[in-house]
């Protein structure tokens, strides 16, 4: 029977993925765990295993082109069956079906449970494609609290990362499955929610998972795997044509060589699979011929432009610092530390055989030793609660040819300067390879941007939410300073602190700035 392959959601934030490459092709038989495709998200490109066995029938969506989450990715099954019906039916027959797996899972869970009117069992989510079990971190609500659709029900541990969960329905949370702490697999009990006083006794006891998805998880749990599920697009795929979906179809090898040469790959015409564009395809491009002389003193060029796709990061990036820059309300500390003691330290750490850090770890080391002073700028800003962070992960911004990736430094006050120089390098390498993986970028509480090395004196940055937070460092500048009444040769260096005010007044935030002085004009004291 044939299996409707959806497009994963891969991170918490993914709305939809584009296909960078597949690994399988029509035809090809699938084993349980094959890599089906890699997947570019907004965070990262990713490997998606096949959860079924048996013959890839169809590919829904070509190399480069890009689709919501939950859309139609590809489609297994026997070898030789039709999926003429699914291809066929077109978005409208997809809601109906979709909504009769609904229908049918609630009541499924009635007749099997005999649940009272209006009570919903809410089961662990399958969080991450390759989550099979979770642990409660946190429930932000409590039994006998109202419940409206959207609330925040819990944050849930996953694999990956520790992600919010929201509730699908109203009502009045009854029960809680789990305490915090505790883990259970997915689709196991995690609470219920229904009408206020109502009598739930049993309805935890005689639930079992293997008889039927709740409501609230019944799309999510049954319609990928449901047959014959009619696919979101309504005809097969025409040929990829040499741009598809604006994403021009280009191998790799053609595209770096095409860089190389300065080709804008816009220009030139695929004579591969499909309308592809390949090596011999830049190999053999010439420019066209200018026109004719048209005068020596009357310009002859002509308006041009190229249009590229945002990618899944260049959206991401956009969404999530749009709605920083408009809910928090941001203000800046500027200050100017003097450097000449911290250049002094590096030479002389670096002369050690085997060892070598740079300014910016020394500035991340200082940064989390002084955040454990100041708690209140390691905090982080949510709708009913302000949370201090005890522990110290800082987020260094890298920057990609894509967009902006943070890799996160764990525990950093812990960590020495070697360790942390070596960790951020490794970081940056695996950002720049689009490596990163979603726990490499998941739990900054305070985040450092800088820019130094690129010339800047000076500037300021949005805050990386829910941090309260963010360092945006100038480069070393050498320059006239007066010292001791007398005007010398001095390097200084300018940082700016981007502050929440709704966590971060401005004395808490200059407090903290006098504290990194001391470690930065001091390095010493950070050894102690």
């Not at 079990?133 to 849930?156: F, N, P, S, Y």
Request: glycine content about 8%.
């Amino acid at each position: 029977m044939a299996i409707v392959v959806n497009m994963p959601r891969l991170s918490d934030t993914m709305e939809e993925g584009t296909v960078a490459a597949w690994l399988k092709q029509v035809g090809d038989k699938i084993e349980e765990g094959d890599i089906l495709a890699e997947i570019e998200t907004d965070k990262a490109t990713m490997e998606f295993e096949s959860f079924n066995e048996g013959t890839l029938l169809h590919i829904g969506v070509q190399e480069g082109e890009t689709t919501k989450v939950d859309e139609l990715l590809a489609i297994i099954g026997d070898e030789g069956e039709d999926i003429s019906a699914i291809l066929s039916g077109g978005s409208n027959a997809s809601a109906e079906a979709k909504e009769e797996v609904i229908a049918e899972a609630e009541e499924a869970v009635v007749e099997a449970k005999a649940l009272p009117e209006g009570v919903i069992v809410v089961t662990m989510p399958r969080l991450s494609d390759t989550m099979e079990e979770g642990t409660v971190a946190t429930w932000l609500k409590q039994v006998g609290d109202t419940v409206e659709e959207g609330d925040i029900l819990a944050e849930i541990e996953t694999d990956k990362a520790t992600m919010e969960f929201e509730s699908f329905q109203s009502g009045t949370l009854l029960e809680i499955g789990l305490k915090e702490g505790e883990s259970a697999k997915v689709d196991a009990l995690l609470a219920i929610i229904g009408p206020a006083g109502t009598d739930i006794s049993g309805v935890a006891a005689g639930f079992s998972v293997s008889e039927a998805p709740s409501k609230e998880e019944a799309p999510k749990a049954e319609v990928p795997k449901a047959a014959p599920v009619v696919a979101s697009k309504t005809s097969v795929p025409k040929p990829t044509p040499v741009t598809a979906n604006g994403r021009i179809h280009v191998s790799p090898l053609a595209k770096k060589l095409a860089e190389d040469k300065g080709i804008n790959l816009t220009k030139l015409q695929g004579s591969g699979e499909n309308g592809r564009i390949i090596k011999r395809d830049v190999e053999n491009y010439e420019p066209a011929t200018s026109g004719a002389d048209v005068g020596k003193y009357v310009p002859t060029g002509q308006e041009d432009f190229d249009e590229v796709d945002n990618s899944q990061m260049r959206k991401a990036i956009a969404k999530a610092l749009t709605n920083s820059k408009f809910s928090a309300p941001h203000y800046y500390l500027n200050v100017e530390f003097d450097m000449e003691n911290a250049i002094a330290f590096r030479k002389q750490f670096n002369s050690i055989p085997d060892t070598k850090i740079s300014y910016n770890d020394m500035i991340v080391k200082a940064c989390a030793l002084a955040l454990k002073q100041h708690p209140q700028v390691n905090s982080q800003w949510f709708a009913d609660k302000m949370r201090l962070n005890n522990h110290v992960h800082v987020g260094v911004a890298v920057a990609v040819p894509d967009g902006l990736v943070v890799p996160v430094v764990k525990f950093a006050n812990e960590q020495s300067l070697p360790q942390i120089g070596a960790e951020v390098k490794e970081l940056a390498g695996k950002a720049r390879n689009k490596k990163l993986t979603p726990a490499e970028m998941d739990g900054s509480t305070f985040t450092v941007s800088n820019l130094g090395m690129f010339g800047i004196d000076t500037f300021t940055s949005i805050i990386n939410q829910p941090n309260s937070a963010i360092l945006s460092v100038g480069n070393i500048v050498e320059k006239p300073v007066v010292k001791d009444g007398q005007i010398v040769v001095g390097n200084t260096m300018k940082l700016s602190l981007a502050c929440d005010h709704r966590t971060i007044d401005g004395a808490t935030g200059a407090q903290f700035l006098q504290t990194l002085k001391g470690y930065i004009e001091n390095p010493v004291t950070m050894l102690v």
